[in-house]
């Protein structure tokens, strides 16, 4: 069960839940791929060449590129990990932001404190449809999501269930 199925107060519900675009995955599996990819075309090079000696300079190439694939492996398994670590979302009383693996860090901010929502896309991201989302709260409390899908979907939940509390808490009931 999720972090966030589990802090539920009574009559809480999920309004939303931000996800990792998938750019992100891609990013996570080229930054393996790619590198395992030139290593294999340098090693069917260096088994086509004559075997001279070990100053062939394709089994240089194959040393340098087996480091940059271990770099790979760590930023790949990194980035996974990153993902499946981390929960985004809002509920009908909050927002809630979950990330860690030995450790959980959280940041939960109340809806009525929502002072300001901001979207944050570059070029290539509102081509794409990603972007980061920044929550500040009253008092200095502000929290900056990771790389989202639909991060104008994201905020209109925000600003959709914070108008239901604000009407919810209206002396008016309306």
């Not at 000696?53 to 790979?72: A, E, K, R």
């Not at 896309?121 to 920044?134: E, I, W």
Request: proline residues 5%.
């Amino acid at each position: 069960m999720s972090y966030i199925d589990q802090s539920l107060g009574d009559g809480e519900t999920i309004i939303a839940r931000a996800h990792f675009h998938w750019l992100y995955n891609l990013s996570a599996w080229g930054s393996l791929l790619l590198p395992l990819l030139v290593e294999l075309v340098l090693y069917v090079e260096a088994i086509q060449q004559p075997p001279v000696d070990s100053s062939n300079p394709y089994y240089l190439g194959m040393l340098l590129v087996g480091l940059w694939v271990l770099w790979g492996l760590f930023t790949c398994v990194k980035l996974l990990v990153i993902k499946g670590t981390t929960e985004i979302g809002v509920t009908s009383h909050r927002f809630v932001e979950k990330h860690g693996v030995f450790s959980m860090h959280t940041s939960e901010i109340a809806l009525p404190n929502i002072e300001g929502v901001k979207v944050h896309q570059s070029f290539t991201a509102r081509m794409f449809g990603f972007g980061t989302v920044t929550i500040e709260g009253t008092g200095v409390d502000s929290t900056t999501t990771p790389q989202i899908a639909n991060p104008v979907a994201f905020v209109r939940a925000i600003q959709t269930a914070k108008e239901h509390i604000a009407a919810r808490n209206s002396p008016t009931g309306a």
